[in-house]
């Protein structure tokens, strides 16, 4: 719904229309939240890993500034690598302070067991080649092929439109066939 809802507004009014249009949606979903959710039990005395939060949202954010500003910087520029290198040891660092964290951000004790540390790591590269495409197919549709911006959200809706009529029926096959089979199913039909 987004993808043909949000093209005829960024063909008219400019892709920021994208940001503006998330903000009231956003206090709906507050307000909604508010009012449906209750309260979440809590354990007892434990603490908002500060640290751990910090490390991990100054790394990833020197990364992707590093990614984003690449090509206007330069990807061998000083600027870029240092700042990546920043990036890269505040993770580090990260990983340090969660090892030690009596409550930590992120238990890295999850990732010593397969059936944790395969999943995600399969899922973070389907996600990246699923990005990588959505990213770059409307582009190519756009500059290399001279599609409108409407025409290209009509044919990238495709996507989304799959896995909202195949959601219903996944936990259904993933019974059937087993959950490693429908994940790697899946994760091929993502990428493909």
């Known amino acids: 719904i987004g993808v043909v809802a ?56 020197m990364i992707l500034l590093a990614i984003n500003r690449g090509p206007a910087w330069g990807f061998l520029a000083v600027r870029t690598i240092f700042v990546a290198m920043l990036g890269v040891v505040a993770l580090v660092f990260f990983v340090r302070v969660e090892k030690r964290a009596s409550d930590p951000m992120l238990p890295l004790k999850w990732f010593r067991t397969r059936n944790v540390a395969f999943p995600v790591a399969s899922q973070a590269l389907t996600n990246f080649a699923y990005m990588g495409g959505f990213m770059i197919v409307p582009q190519l549709l756009e500059v290399g092929l001279g599609f409108s911006t409407s025409h290209i ?22 019974i059937r066939i087993g959950e490693r ?8 039909a993502v990428m493909c």
């Open 6 to 61: 949000g093209v005829p507004l960024v063909a008219l009014f400019g892709w920021r229309t994208i940001f503006l249009m998330q903000a009231p949606l956003c206090l709906v979903g507050c307000v909604v939240a508010w009012w449906l959710l209750g309260d979440t039990e809590r354990r007892a005395n434990v603490k908002f890993d500060v640290k751990g939060a910090l490390l991990l949202g100054a790394g990833s954010v």
């Open 153 to 174: 959200g009509w044919l990238i809706i495709a996507r989304p439109l799959v896995f909202s009529l195949v959601a219903p029926f996944s936990g259904r096959i993933a």
């Open 181 to 188: 089979n429908a994940g790697v199913i899946g994760a091929i």
